[in-house]
């Protein structure tokens, strides 16, 4: 019976070691998709963008350009509650999928999508500026569906900065 019960464990075991391989070989395949679909859509529409640097590496994909660079130096941390008015597309078809309009929602830092979270203070914006920042899938929502956000979608936002309070 025991020998039954440690066979039983060792093909679960290596069942869900597979699963585990092949959703991180997914992921870096989309990673190579996402960061080449970027990648040509700066070239192609000759943006001025800068890619994200996250410490010494610079794999992320997220670039951003600033619009506007605002006018009050500002300090970020995670709990910071930034106020804030966007438009967000999906960067292949351009299709909106959300809009703030005249409502400017209020947002702790860390609370937002790893793209935000990385890219609001890598571009330095300050209070009163605006920024483009286009997110590859990883940095969104992933592979997972959203209300009017396809899995695996590359997004492209237009953010102004109205306020952040720490």
Known sequence: MNRILIICLCV?????????????????????????FI???????????????VGRA?????????TRPGN????FTNSSLLTVGYTGRLLATGTVFTQTGDFHPGFHLGNMIKGWQLGIPASKIKKGGAI?????SRY?????????????????FDI???????
């Open 12 to 36: 679960w075991a290596f069942t869900g070691c597979k699963k585990e391989v092949d959703s991180v070989k997914q992921a870096k395949a989309q990673a190579k998709i996402d960061d080449a």
């Open 39 to 53: 990648q040509n859509y700066i070239n192609t529409n000759n943006l001025d963008a800068v890619k994200v640097q």
């Open 58 to 66: 610079d794999t992320t994909g997220i670039w951003y350009i600033i």
């Open 72 to 75: 009050t130096a500002t300090y």
């Open 132 to 136: 483009r920042l286009l997110v590859a």
């Open 140 to 156: 969104a929502y992933g592979p997972y569906d959203q209300q009017d956000i396809p899995a695996n979608s590359v997004l492209d």
């Open 160 to 166: 102004e900065l109205y306020d952040v309070t720490n």
